[in-house]
């Protein structure tokens, strides 16, 4: 399984951001997808999350309402669209993807989440 996320950079307030979670070696179309982000100093957190059939999307309140998660199975690609970010939203972002969609939705819920392919990630910055 590897992931590879794309698609940071430097954004004002208010301003947006496509992420990209690149799959290679698998289907991701077969598994949940998470995106999870991490400020300096701070804990991870989870994002987002997406059950594989695309049916059940979950979103942790501070971002619920501006961000988007979604895939595209043709391109097996999965994407975070961001809008109207906020400084806070400021973190290195990265993807998963998980078949046990229980697992992942709880890992982001609480940001406790098990994980051994975490990559680089890709950092956002929201500042003017």
């Known amino acids: 399984v590897q992931l590879q996320a794309s698609g940071g950079g430097l954004v004002p307030p208010g301003g947006s951001l496509t992420l990209s979670c690149a799959a290679s070696?698998?289907?991701?179309?077969?598994?949940?997808i998470g995106w999870f982000r991490q400020a300096p100093g701070k804990e991870r957190e989870g994002v987002s999350c997406?059950?594989?059939?695309?049916?059940?999307?979950y979103y942790t309140d501070s971002v619920r309402g501006r961000f988007t998660i979604w895939r595209d199975i043709h391109k097996n690609t999965a994407y975070l669209q961001m809008n109207n970010l906020k400084p806070e939203d400021s973190a290195v972002y990265y993807c998963?993807?998980?078949?046990?969609?229980?697992?992942?939705?709880?890992?982001?819920?609480?940001?406790?989440?098990?994980?051994?392919?975490w990559g680089q990630g890709t950092l956002v910055t929201v500042s003017s």
């Open positions: 998963v993807a998980d078949k046990d969609p229980a697992g992942l939705v709880i890992g982001t819920m609480t940001g406790v989440y098990n994980y051994d392919s």
């Open positions: 070696g698998f289907t991701l179309a077969d598994y949940a």
């Open positions: 997406i059950s594989p059939d695309d049916a059940h999307t």
